[in-house]
Every structure is written in C-alpha cells, then in structure tokens.
C-alpha cells in the first residue's frame, strides 16, 4: 500500500513531507501536557506541595494546549489544501489518460466503472490522505511520546501495557484479511450498481413507455439488493476483529491495574507512579484505538489505489510522431480487424481518392462504421496497413490524425455548455467572425432567433434541450471550423424530417467542399453522384465503382438499390382501407 501512495505522489507531483513533519510536531505538543501532568501529580504528593510551581506547570499546559491547537489548524488547512490540489490533478491525468485509450478499452469497460474511478475511487485516496494518513502519523508519534513518559516513570509497566499494540494489531491484520476478501465483491457490486442506475437513467423514456419503472425494473432492484449484501458482509464480518483490538487494549490496562496493586502492596512501586500510570495510561491507547480503525479502512481503500494505478498503466496506442501528409488520399492495404468477440473487417484493401466523395454501402454489421473509426484511429487494426497520403497513421500520433479528420455522426453528442461553445470545440481560438459564417453556413442561424439567448444559449446534457436537426446543424458548424481535410459522414439525414433534412443537406454541401469525404451511406439516392461507392458484405469488399456502373453490373448493389426503390413512398393500410382498394383494383 505504501508502494501505491508514493506511485500516486510521484504521478501527481506532489508533495506531504511539511505536513508529515507538522504532524510529528503535532504529536509532541499532544503528548506535552499528559508529561507536564506527570510532575504535577508528582508534586501533589510531596508533603508540602509548591502552588506557585504547579501554577507554573498548569499555565504551561494551557500554553502548550493553545499552540497545539494553533499547529493542528494550520496542518489540518494545509495538507488538505494539498491532498484536495493532488486528487484535482489525479482526476486531471485520468481523464487524459482516458482520451488517451483506443475506443477498444470502452468496449471492454463498463462507463460506470470507468466513473466509480474518477469520482469514487479518487475520493476514497482523498480520505486517506487527508484524514487516515494524518491520523496515523499522529497516533504513532503521540504514543511514541508518551511510551517516553510512562517509561521514565516505570518500565516494567510501561513494558507490559505496550504489549498490547503487537496483540491489537494481529487482530487488525486479521480484520485486513477479511476485508481484503470482501472489498474486491462490494466495490465490484458498487460499480455494478452505478452501471445500471446510468441504465436506468438513460433507458427511463422506454421503461415509462413499457410500464417497467420504479420496482418493475428489477435489474436495478438487484444490483441494490446485491450492493446491500456484500456491504454487510463488508462491515459484519471484519468488525469484530476491529472490536477485539479495542479489547486487548482494554485487557492489557486491567492488567496492569492488578499487578500496579500488588507491587504497590509490596511496596515495589510507588503510589505516585502507580496514579500516573492509572491517569496517563489509559491516554496511551485512544490514539491506537483510532489507528485500528484508520488501519482496516486504509486496507479496504487500497483497492481503491489498485484500481487507479491500473487505470494509469493501461497501455495506450502506439505514440506515432508528429508527421504531416501532403496529400489526402487514403488506402487500405490487407486490413483483418476483430472487435472482442468477432471478425469485423477480413483482408480489406481499397482507395479513397484525395478531394473526392466515396460512399461505404452494405448492411447492418458489413463494417462500413468499423472502417471510418479505423481512418479516425479510434482502434489500431491487428493486420494490415491503412496510410493516409502514404503514411502510415500508426506512424502518425493519435493527435495528428485527429487533426487531419472532421466527423459528422447520425447520433450527434453535445455537451452541456452553450451553443457558441459546442461549436467551438472545432477550434476554440476561433474569431466571433469564424463562429458566426460557419453558423450561417451550416443553417444554424435559422434556429437561433427561437433560442433565448441565441448562441449563448445552454443546449442541455447531449443537446437535450434541442431538437435532432438543431443538433446536427451545430455538429456540421463545429466541423466547418475545424476546417480538416478529410470528411467522415456517416448518414447525417437518416432520421430527419424532410424540411431538417433540406438544411442539414446545404450545410453538408458547404462541408465537403474539396474535401476528401468518406460517406457511410444508408439511403443510397444521397450517394448516387458520388465518385466511389464501396460494397460491403460480411466484412469484405463485393464490388466497388460509380453508381451506373454497379446498376450494370446488377449484383448485391442494384439489388439494393431496387430494394430501396419499392419501398419508396410506403403506407400504412388498416383492414377496412384494403378492402376498399381490393373493390376497385381487383387483382391488387
């Protein structure tokens, strides 16, 4: 655990040795006042007790108290200040550490995973070291201190309510044991249940819909009854070993008590030390007794450090170098890909032409969106090369590869900050000027003046607050600014309506301008004009080439296309309307 905290300070940059000095100090001024108590109850028992010097012990006390209290504050302020700027910062580096990640990391984690490590995770670090950590120092330090005192009084007794702590402690490492066990489950089911309440949030338009909200949705019900389980197991189990150190400590006080009575009845030990040992040594177990329960909770909360530390040293893409193609064009040569659990792509070799439109046409699962993340460099491929302008992108860094690619989805995302910010997330030192034509451009003034605040205005969590077409006019802006040289659609019209349908398709001609543009096509009258139009089938190329020339060819595309054809302009009929049309076009 110790090898975690420093792998976490050296990652962070940061620094405890002042606040671990200050709470060495800290533990000397608590001990101060129980040894200055030592001489008053020493005094107390003279014959003739000095009140001007014990007055003088008792103001030293209060003097001792006051400063410990000034110290404490000021160590409390300034390794909290310093553990709240170290978990900012871990927070920081993860979440670029994310970005970092191929998108075949997210395949394989759960997103409330991924978040019970940002926020959870790092607040249990937060914990401790700014509260645990400390508490042990202190412990450690003020027992230290007053084992001095008690020492110097009486040995032999100091000797034998020591022993406690090795006894405590074994019933503690017991107590880690156990929790050790059961953490792993309970942090397993809180991420679980973190998971599906996202589910539940997320699906609770379809859960209204099919009357499955509230208990109904027992997937949620069960991950809760599970999360409540193993956290009783968690507490249940390992507890009473946390009991039995506050037991030991308890024993070994009783025991000193009873063998403090028979050296005093022996007159081997004096009665002022014996009082001493009955006010002072009892002191010399609270702070202990708030280190066993620091110590368990540390254990426990090093799982947390686990999950960090391999979140941080998750293998990133191949780094690449920052270089720049002169040219635009892309070529895939023998590319295989796998995602988990199945082949997507199987020995795919192509070109897209610089400063043309080609379209990726197949079915559901053919490997047309595999194909624009493969150009993106979401994923690297597992065989084969893809080179853009003759370099190959795994020789490029992810960041300069980004920068050569703008991405129009269907499914558009846009976070919860305004209009003119969405948008200048393409480039964020973008003049007013630049915002306002690509917001022309891309048809988002024609919306504005219905929003209460016009570019200013917040567009909600994922643009809730906006309309399917709205959305998508702000994704085209922001792709405009971004000015890249290759352009990747995948159907931004599919599900619009007609009139949505007119602007998206203005703003996507302003776009593509002698850009080289990669379309993933589902109507395929919007590619008919294209340059290129890729066949895709079960992960492989069937045929490629213009659209005439595939409609003669008359194989998997103008089956397609005839497909299309027929279901133009379908509606919906009840009973009684095909009864009526059957009377007056018999035969039909």
């Excluded at 014959?47 to 209290?69: E, R």
């Excluded at 990391?105 to 700014?130: C, H, M, W």
């Excluded at 054809?565 to 076009?585: I, R, Y």
Aim: a neutral charge.
């Amino acid at each position: 655990m110790i090898g975690n905290i420093r792998y976490i300070f050296r990652v962070t940059k940061t620094r405890m040795v002042r606040s671990l000095l200050g709470e060495l100090l800290h533990g000397m001024l608590l001990a101060t006042p129980t040894g200055i108590l030592l001489l008053v109850i020493w005094e107390l028992f003279e014959p003739v007790p000095d009140t001007t010097y014990l007055w003088k012990l008792v103001a030293i006390m209060v003097g001792s108290f006051l400063v410990q209290m000034f110290v404490a504050s000021k160590i409390y302020a300034y390794t909290n200040t310093i553990v709240y700027k170290m978990s900012c910062k871990l927070r920081i580096i993860l979440g670029d550490r994310l970005q970092q990640l191929s998108l075949g990391f997210y395949k394989k984690r759960d997103p409330g995973d991924l978040a019970s490590v940002i926020l959870q995770d790092v607040t249990n670090v937060e914990t401790i070291l700014g509260h645990a950590l400390p508490d042990i120092f202190g412990a450690v330090f003020g027992t230290l201190f007053l084992s001095l005192f008690l020492l110097a009084t009486d040995w032999k007794l100091a000797l034998l309510m020591l022993l406690a702590i090795p006894v405590a402690f074994l019933f503690a490492f017991l107590a880690t044991l156990l929790m050790e066990q059961f953490s792993h489950a309970q942090v397993r089911f809180r991420n679980e249940t973190g998971s599906r309440f996202i589910e539940y949030i997320m699906g609770i338009r379809h859960l209204k819909a099919y009357n499955q909200t509230g208990e109904k949705f027992t997937t949620l019900e069960t991950a809760f009854n599970a999360l409540r389980k193993a956290s009783i197991k968690l507490e249940a189990i390992p507890g009473p070993m946390v009991l039995m150190t506050f037991v030991a400590f308890e024993f070994f006080f009783l025991f000193m008590i009873y063998l403090g009575l028979g050296r005093l009845a022996e007159e081997t030990l004096s009665i002022q030390a014996l009082v001493a040992f009955l006010i002072i040594g009892y002191r010399l177990y609270e702070p202990l007794k708030i280190l066993m329960i620091d110590y368990a909770m540390i254990n426990y909360m090093n799982v947390s450090l686990n999950r960090i530390i391999d979140l941080l040293e998750t293998p990133l893409q191949e780094k690449g170098k920052d270089l720049q193609p002169d040219l635009h064009d892309i070529e895939f040569q023998g590319v295989t890909f796998s995602y988990i659990d199945r082949d997507i792509l199987k020995d795919v070799s192509f070109t897209i032409p610089q400063r043309r439109m080609t379209a990726l046409v197949g079915a559901s699962g053919s490997g047309k969106t595999t194909i624009a993340n493969l150009i993106a460099r979401f994923w690297d491929v597992q065989k084969g090369h893809i080179s853009i302008g003759g370099i190959d992108i795994r020789e490029m860094s992810p960041n300069t590869v980004y920068r050569l690619i703008s991405e129009v989805f269907q499914d558009v995302y846009l976070f919860d900050d305004t209009v003119r910010n969405n948008i200048l997330i393409g480039k964020p030192e973008a003049t007013e000027d630049e915002i306002l034509e690509v917001a022309k451009k891309a048809q988002v003034t024609e919306f504005l003046h219905q929003l209460p605040d016009g570019l200013d205005t917040r567009v909600g969590e994922g643009g809730s607050h906006l309309s399917g077409g709205q959305k998508q006019r702000i994704s085209i802006a922001r792709a405009m600014l971004k000015d890249a040289p290759i352009i990747l659609l995948d159907e931004a019209t599919a599900s619009l309506d007609p009139e949505n349908e007119i602007y998206i398709q203005q703003a996507i001609q302003e776009l593509v301008k002698e850009k080289t543009v990669v379309v993933i096509a589902h109507k395929l009258q919007t590619i008919k004009n294209a340059d290129k139009i890729i066949v895709l089938e079960h992960g492989k190329i069937k045929e490629q080439g213009r659209h005439t020339d595939l409609l003669k060819n008359n194989l998997l595309y103008a089956n397609y296309w005839r497909n299309q054809k027929m279901t133009t302009g379908w509606k919906l009929f009840d009973e009684k309307t095909k009864q009526k049309e059957s009377a007056v076009k018999p035969g039909l």
